[in-house]
Every structure is written in structure tokens, then in C-alpha cells.
């Protein structure tokens, strides 16, 4: 009997394995962490155009469609409606890596770039991934992130992302683009960035002193910012610091990028220090006479004081390049000059403390 049963057993489990080996091989979906978004308002043939440059099949992708609605979900109220549009056409294809960084291109968005793209990827807390976005035909590409940020979450190596992370880097990915219109992409990427450091690294308590922090970074460049500009962006970094971003966690993304737009930001701030040397130059004489006394003014009206202290007891020392023996008279108007210039620097210092 109990051989009966073993014999049943062994030719039941032989009869599976034949099953197995000789059942035909079918091909699914390529890892199911390689997911593609296209918009939902393409035509078939523009689906399948988007397919080839992406270089995917639906065999071996994951294909999602993205809706207008589900854009305007996150671009309503902090986008215009041009901005936004009435169909969906941005598509992408995302691969979630567990190394190497963020992997952007484009082609056919015309308002965002990659480092607007990378700067709102980081601030939705994405640290590692390849992503392709594009259209088959130029547009500005506002929504590109609504499909990045659900082809992330829908991968199988993605992970759910927080609503308030979504918003912020959806109106981060906007606020760049507004600034970028005026004063270029790459410097607004760049500025926005080093004050998400600051923002980051510091965790200030108040709106106040974001808006600190926010004027210090832009008092850095000779940018053409006006008030709403600095309001946008305080308004964003408030967002992005009730998120709660660990910035030891963040840092080499944040210094990467910093790194990639240095030369950019740097030319600029340099032209801002000859700027603003020039401006309290003219406000030390008066040419130009502003409100507020800045840093630079009272840097300017210091040395000045110094040399005018200088030709109050040594006047011979500044006249020697002209002459080695100055007259008498010329060094009392040398006195004079200077006597002059102190009186002027008391002033400047006085209106600077009151």
C-alpha cells in the first residue's frame, strides 16, 4: 500500500516537472521597475514615436498614462493657466538605480532644464535614478514632473512620496522657471539651490528669518529681483522647511549642484562687488545718496576715514607721489581736504546708526 502511494507520488511530480519544462516561454514586463509615462492627449502614433525615443516596447515597460487633471493637481495655484495648458503631452521614462546619482535628459521641454528637473527631484527626496522626459513636439514641459514623480512611485524599485514633497518640488521646479525668465536658467537653478542650502542646513524657525536668509543670498548677486520675486521664493523655502530635510543626508546632491553652476554664480557676484564698491562710492560723495548705509558703504567710508586721518598727521606721505618737497600751503589744503572727508564720514556713520 505505502508503495502504491509512493509510486503515485513520484510519477504525479514527474508529470509536473514535463509540464513545466516543456510549457512555451512567455516574456513579461522587462523588471517592472522601468516605467514609462506618456501624456494621455498624444495620438497612438505620437504614443508609439515616444516609445522608440525612449527606446522601450510595451513588452518590456511598464506604460502609465498621465491625465491633464492629475497636473493640474499639482501646478493649480502656484502655475498659470498658459503655464499649465489643457493637455497632457509631456512623457517620460524612469529607472530607479540604487546608485550613481540622478541621470537627467531632455528633449523638446523648452521652459525647464535638467538642473530645474534635478533641483525638485532632490527636494521630493529622490536620490538615485535614471530619467528621460520629452515630448514629440516643443513644449514647455511645466508637467514633465507630475510624470517623473508617478513613474517613480509606480516602479517596483520606486517608493511613495509625500504629498507636501510633491507640492514643494512642483512649485520649486515653477519659481525657478519664473525666476529663469529673468534672469537666465542656469543662475536661477544655481540661486535657488545655495538658498535651499542655507535653508536646509540652518532649519530657521520663523518666515522671518527665511526672509533673511533669502535677502543675504540674493544681496550676493547683481540679479534685478524685485519684492514678489523674494516673496516667491521665501513662500517656497518655507514649504521646503516643513519638510524636515536631512540635510547630512542631502548634502553631496545639494554641493553637486552648487559645484555644477559655481562659475556661473561666481562671475556674477563678482561683478556685484564692483557694483556695489561703485555704488558707496557714489554715495560717499554724495553723487548717489541711498537710505540704508550697506556693509560696503561703511567699509568705504572706514578706509576713507583712514587716509584722511593719514593726511591729517603725515600730509607729506600722500603728496610725495606728486612732489618731494610740497609747499606749506599745499599741505594745509591737503589738511583741509581732509578735515573734509571725516566730517563726511561722521555723517555717513551717523546716518548708518540712527
Known amino acids: 500500500m505505502k508503495l502504491r502511494k509512493i509510486t503515485r507520488k513520484l510519477l504525479l511530480g514527474l508529470f509536473i516537472t514535463s509540464l513545466l519544462m516543456t510549457a512555451p516561454e512567455y516574456k513579461v514586463h522587462a523588471d517592472a521597475f522601468n516605467i514609462v509615462t506618456l501624456g494621455a492627449d498624444l495620438t497612438d502614433q505620437q504614443k508609439e514615436e515616444m516609445l522608440q525615443y525612449f527606446n522601450v516596447t510595451e513588452e518590456d515597460a511598464s506604460i502609465i498614462e498621465i491625465t491633464i487633471e492629475e497636473e493640474s493637481k499639482y501646478l493649480s495655484g502656484i502655475a498659470s493657466k498658459s503655464q499649465i495648458g489643457n493637455k497632457s503631452i509631456s512623457c517620460s521614462c524612469v529607472e530607479p538605480t540604487n546608485s550613481g546619482g540622478l541621470n537627467i535628459s531632455l528633449n523638446n521641454l523648452t521652459w525647464v532644464d535638467e538642473n530645474m528637473i534635478r533641483n525638485a527631484l532632490i527636494t521630493a ?58 534672469i537666465g536658467k542656469d543662475k536661477a537653478s544655481g540661486l535657488i539651490n545655495e538658498i535651499k542650502i542655507k535653508v536646509v542646513k540652518e532649519k530657521p524657525e520663523s518666515k522671518e528669518e527665511i526672509k533673511e536668509i533669502v535677502e543675504d543670498v540674493t544681496d550676493n548677486y547683481n ?19 516643513d519638510l524636515g530635510l ?32 561703485w555704488d558707496s562710492i557714489k554715495n560717499y560723495f554724495w553723487i548717489e545718496s541711498n537710505e540704508d548705509a550697506t556693509a560696503m558703504d561703511i567699509g568705504v567710508t572706514t578706509f576713507s576715514s583712514l587716509i584722511a586721518i593719514l593726511a591729517i598727521f603725515k600730509p607729506g606721505t600722500l603728496t610725495y607721489v606728486f612732489t618731494k618737497r610740497p609747499k606749506k600751503v599745499t599741505l594745509n589744503i591737503v589738511r583741509i581736504i581732509a578735515i573734509v572727508f571725516i566730517a563726511n564720514s561722521a555723517i555717513i556713520l551717523f546716518k548708518a546708526l540712527s
Request: hydrophobic content about 35%; cysteine-free; glycine content about 6%.
Open 125 to 182: 527626496g529622490i536620490e538615485n535614478a535614471n530619467v528621460k522626459a520629452a515630448a514629440p513636439f516643443k513644449v514647455s514641459g511645466t508637467a514633465a514632473l507630475t510624470g517623473i514623480l508617478k513613474g517613480f512611485e509606480t516602479s517596483s524599485k520606486g517608493e511613495k512620496i509625500d504629498e507636501d514633497k510633491k507640492i514643494a518640488a512642483t512649485e520649486e521646479l515653477v519659481v525657478t522657471g519664473e525666476l529663469g525668465d529673468k
Open 246 to 277: 536631512d540635510f547630512k543626508k542631502l548634502e553631496n546632491q545639494l554641493n553637486s549642484v552648487a559645484n555644477k553652476l559655481k562659475e556661473t554664480l561666481q562671475s556674477d557676484k563678482t561683478k556685484n562687488f564692483f557694483s556695489k564698491l
Open 223 to 241: 540679479y534685478d529681483l524685485n519684492e514678489e520675486d523674494k516673496e516667491k521664493i521665501t513662500a517656497l523655502m518655507a514649504k521646503i522647511n
